[in-house]
């Protein structure tokens, strides 16, 4: 599963809880960012399997060092001129809200009270999340296609050399390595650009977790089965062939895994500061109501659209409808 469904096929009784040992063998270990993305209404849902988190991957050869916040970025890349682009995901998508979440965090808030039932989207970092947006889009450094762009045509943008600076995943990394290897060269990464100069900034978790289903005639194979599925053993196989981040904390120590990843330590320190997607069971209709709602970025207003996403977001709980 994406870790978006747990709390959807939790609620909806399709995946059996993790009790006793298979809970504890599940949890050993792991990243606790990870393991939140397994757990729905403090029970262990399923076990995680692969992670994954964004990072600011930039051109060493054109900055000499990352920059600390978004608009130190902007007007950095504005210098630049053409070849200063920032790549970001701007297409009305999950992409999207993964990115609003991620600022909206870092600016220190949250789409949903803690136990995700009712609205936060707090009145100034909400404004201050969004106007990031409005400003990026508005700017000379945000790539002309952005109301459209996805990750995969960032990376693109990027291996190209048409851009400076690009939040993505990191399976940038080897694509630059084995598709634009000049580019590669100078290519450094570093954390995701804060919102302010007094507060780190928190990405959005991403991952993939392994459930056992609620109507298998085996389960004691099946809990079997995931455990192999999601063991050490086979997340290093998932990252020298796959490069898939690791959810065992203790493979980030490891020469082959260091290998793929020479940014591990950045990696897992990010992780460390992740923040959940809304664990709510309707988290789909959430995140279209988001993407509704500051779509496109160009037209944000950072002001008026606080009370247009809490009102969207309110109707997306209540299974209302989208407007």
Aim: hydrophobic content about 40%; charged content about 20%; overall charge positive.
């Amino acid at each position: 599963m994406d870790v978006i469904w747990v709390p959807e096929f939790a609620a909806a009784g399709w995946i059996l809880p993790w009790r006793g040992d298979n809970a504890r063998r599940a949890s050993a270990g792991r990243l606790q960012s990870p393991l939140a993305t397994a757990r729905f209404r403090d029970t262990l849902r399923a076990v995680p399997l692969t992670t994954n988190i964004q990072l600011l991957w930039y051109r060493t050869d054109r900055v000499q060092h990352p920059p600390g916040t978004w608009e130190e970025m902007i007007r950095m890349a504005q210098a630049l001129g053409d070849s200063g682009t920032i790549e970001a995901q701007g297409r009305r998508y999950e992409g999207l809200t993964v990115f609003f979440t991620s600022l909206l965090a870092s600016a220190g808030g949250r789409i949903l009270q803690p136990g995700d039932t009712t609205v936060a989207l707090p009145e100034g970092p909400t404004r201050r999340a969004l106007g990031v947006m409005q400003r990026l889009a508005t700017s000379s450094a945000s790539d002309p296609t952005l109301s459209t762009s996805t990750e995969d045509q960032g990376r693109l943008a990027f291996e190209s050399g048409r851009a400076t600076f690009m939040v993505n995943y990191t399976y940038v990394w080897p694509s630059a390595r084995a598709d634009a290897p000049n580019v590669a060269h100078n290519m450094g990464w570093a954390p995701w650009p804060a919102v302010s100069t007094d507060r780190p900034s928190h990405v959005t978790i991403g991952g993939i977790d392994v459930g056992v289903g609620a109507f298998t005639r085996h389960p004691k194979l099946a809990f079997q089965a995931a455990l192999c599925l999601a063991s050490t053993r086979s997340q290093r196989l998932d990252v020298t062939r796959g490069g898939l981040p690791p959810t065992d904390s203790a493979l980030y120590d490891e020469p082959d895994v260091r290998k793929v990843f020479p940014f591990g330590d950045l990696l897992r320190k990010t992780l460390a500061g992740a923040v959940q997607r809304a664990r709510t069971p309707f988290y789909t209709d959430v995140s279209l109501a988001v993407t509704r709602a500051i779509h496109p970025l160009s037209e944000i207003d950072s002001i008026g659209d606080v009370a247009r996403l809490r009102t969207a977001v309110t109707r997306a709980l209540h299974s209302r409808g989208l407007r």
